[in-house]
């Protein structure tokens, strides 16, 4: 289990490189058992996540090697179609490579993904979706029996709700199926638009509607490519946040704008300078932050709930309420008693949060809750007067490389324990 010991109260000031995204890496890695050939994926982040998916892809026969940022994966057909209950469990979003397998492999053993730390993280639209496809499901003992013909057959899907995880599961399983798949009400998050691009390099034929419908039309085969992930947007929305509460100045690198819409006007509500060119943005922070009046979250282009904590442990130190309402996850408020004990002042009742902000947060021994709560506790953290002993750290290795080497480049006063 590991720590940070932070000193907080210091001015983060300086540049900082933002490294390729988790959630479009993840899904890009199950897509790269639809191809035979080896792949080079660019601006691969090294996060323990990538290292949980790299023990799939090498499990199922594709080995894999660092160059730099880059992730080369051998080439290869899949050696096996199952996923043991051990892999699965080293990430919750293994899900993703079900689609993969049953396309390659006509049949897939996973165990159930389960819960997890957001409430109940169900998967019936994957499986529906897929079953639409012509897949068997047979639900045995916390395992998912998945069963085809040779080949998965095209469907329209209309999903209820836009799981980014089932429209990418759908996509995968749609690459190489026979005739045309169409999503309609699929997520429009831009790892969809990352996945979308990765498969069509690999010779794939996907095509996204302006109005979100997805048109996969089955191919033979894919090939290996080259490709380049896109910048992560929920660290981004991590070091801006970072740097609003130590009245901080920064400049973000490599990161991209246009995904950032919905919460670079956030920033702006509570005063700070933000100036965004198209890969970089420019964040100077006021002496205190103003409340922001009502952050919803919602699918994407709205406000990301992976950006809720992060942000929520900004409105901490703010001037007057704040109000979050969680609309995605059922239970996503647990970095709320984390950041109390830092002197924060919240309440909450059931998908809504109203923080009342107070003019400083004092040190004390707080935990991550899980991959975005550990990192907004860390923010609270470098925006408290005094000592704080984050524990539980490999929550926020998950998604953020390196982020104490960043932060402490930066001018915080961070020590791993
Ligand atoms: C992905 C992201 C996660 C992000 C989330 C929402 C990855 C690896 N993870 O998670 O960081 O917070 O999108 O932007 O990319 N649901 C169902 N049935 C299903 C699938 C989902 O009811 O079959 C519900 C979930 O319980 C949840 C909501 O839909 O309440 C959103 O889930 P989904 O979009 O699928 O999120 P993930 O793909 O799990």
Redesign the pocket.
């Known amino acids: 289990m590991g720590k940070y010991i932070v000193e907080g109260n210091n001015r983060l000031s300086g540049e900082v490189d933002i490294h390729g995204a988790k ?1 479009a890496v ?1 899904p890009i890695l199950a897509a790269v058992l639809l191809c035979d050939d080896s792949v080079r994926i660019g601006n691969c982040p090294h996060l323990s996540d990538v290292e949980a998916a790299r023990n799939i892809l090498a499990h199922l026969g594709r080995s894999s090697h660092w160059e730099g940022s880059s992730l080369i994966v051998d080439g290869g057909a899949p050696q096996m179609c199952d996923i043991p209950e051990k892999l699965m469990r080293e990430m919750r ?1 293994s899900i993703v490579f079900l689609g993969a397998v049953i396309s390659r492999c006509s049949t897939a053993r996973i165990s159930f993904p389960g819960g997890c730390e957001l409430g ?7 499986l529906e979706a897929l079953e639409k496809m012509g897949v068997k499901v047979v639900e045995d003992n916390g395992f998912l029996e998945c069963s085809c013909e040779k080949k998965l057959k095209g469907a329209v899907i209309n999903l209820a ?1 836009p ?4 429209t990418e599961n759908i996509m995968l399983a749609a690459c190489r199926a026979d005739g045309e798949t169409v999503i309609h009400n699929g ?1 429009r ?1 831009p ?1 969809i638009e990352d996945l979308a691009g990765f498969l069509n390099a690999c010779g794939a034929d996907i095509s996204i509607e302006p109005n979100g419908t997805i048109h996969i039309k089955g191919v033979e085969k894919l090939h290996g490519a080259e490709y380049d992930v896109i910048p992560d947007r929920i660290v981004t929305v991590t070091y801006m946040c970072c740097s609003a509460v130590t009245a901080g100045e920064l400049l973000l690198k490599s990161v991209n704008v246009r995904h950032l819409q919905s919460v670079m006007p956030i920033f702006e509500q509570m005063g700070c300078i933000v100036k965004a060119n198209e890969d970089t943005i420019y964040l100077q922070a006021p002496q205190r932050l103003k409340a922001v009046k009502c952050i919803q979250t919602m699918p994407y282009p709205g406000f ?3 950006a809720q904590a992060p942000l929520m442990a900004a409105a901490c130190v703010a001037s007057g309420t704040s109000i979050f309402i969680e609309n ?3 239970n996503r408020f647990k970095h709320a008693s984390e950041f109390k004990r830092m002197g924060a002042e919240i309440e909450v009742q059931g998908r809504t949060a109203a923080v009342h902000g107070v003019s400083h947060l004092h040190g004390a021994n707080v935990k991550c809750t899980d991959l975005r709560g550990g990192a907004a506790v860390l923010v609270c953290a470098l925006a408290a007067h005094g000592t704080t002993v984050v524990s539980e750290t490999e929550h926020i290795l998950r998604g953020y490389e390196d982020i104490d080497r960043r932060l402490a480049l930066l001018g915080a006063s961070i020590k791993k324990a």
């Open positions: 959630n993840l979003s109940p993280r169900p998967i019936d639209l994957h709700f799981s980014v995880g089932a997520a998050e790892e990301p709930t992976d995605i996850f059922e």
